[in-house]
Nanobody, 125 residues
């Protein structure tokens, strides 16, 4: 059983940056692919980014490409989402998730077995 805990969310002005962290415990972190999702007010949860077990394969959705970067440090059992040039429309609760399919970097939620509790990000204009 894998436990995931997100941190790093908060309130930031438009154009600012935040780095979200997802700390994993209770499993072999390096065997999982990791994903970041977000759910804005009144919206469905949507996929943001995915990274394979080694960090070599990544996938970023077009709406944040060039602004967000996903990475991981297997020695620290942690995945990251670096968010730059934030916009008000990035306001959401951000969730990390782990997939037992070690190279899976796409956004099908059923492929992710483990989820964190989420960390809120608010971008003011």
């Amino acid at each position: 059983q894998v436990q995931l805990v997100e941190s790093g969310g908060g309130l930031v002005q438009a154009g600012g940056s935040l780095r979200l962290s997802c700390a994993a415990s209770g499993g072999t972190f390096s065997s999982y692919a990791m994903g970041w999702f977000r759910q804005g007010p009144g919206k469905e949860r949507e996929f943001v980014a995915g990274i394979g077990w080694s960090g070599v394969i990544t996938n970023i959705v077009d709406s944040v490409k060039g602004r967000f970067t996903i990475s991981r440090d297997n020695a620290k059992n942690t995945a990251y989402l670096q968010m730059n040039s934030l916009k008000p429309e990035d306001t959401a609760v951000y969730y990390c998730a782990a997939s037992v399919y070690s190279q899976y970097v796409l956004g099908e939620r059923t492929r992710y077995a483990y989820w964190g509790q989420g960390t809120p990000v608010t971008v003011s204009s």
